[in-house]
């Protein structure tokens, strides 16, 4: 069956005006930014999480003021949990129960120290 170009286009009417100029280019600007717009969407959900998480990690338990029996040191540049530890060990102990204590006392997660941050070193 061969059909005529009048009957062609009554099944496929094509766009015209402004509906269609509007339309090839919203189809011409989403080819050629659709890799920026994910990258932009990747982006900023990233942001977004690492604010909550930030957020949620400095809204942690706070310790308790330190005791008579503690002590109270103020993270300098370069300190490390480590040689906090052992400063304040007699020979005797593990470090790394040393560690545990002050972590443990200082509702700390990891082992991460940040400079000027205060910490209570417990009584050993």
Known sequence: MIT???F???????????AAVLSQLSKRLMKR????????????ALLFTSFL?????????????ATADEQLI?????????EIAKQFTDGKQD???V???IKDRNN????????????????I
């Open 74 to 82: 103020i993270v300098h540049t370069g300190d490390t949990l480590w």
């Open 8 to 18: 062609y286009r009554t099944i496929h009417k094509q766009e015209t005006g402004k």
């Open 95 to 97: 470090v790394r129960y």
């Open 53 to 65: 998480l930030i957020g949620t990690y400095a809204s942690g338990s706070h310790p308790t003021e």
């Open 99 to 101: 560690i545990y204590l």
């Open 108 to 123: 700390l997660q990891s082992s991460e120290i940040m400079p000027g941050q205060k910490l209570i070193i417990p009584s």
């Open 33 to 44: 930014h659709a890799a920026k717009i994910v990258v932009c969407t990747a982006v900023f």
């Open 4 to 6: 005529s170009p009048s």
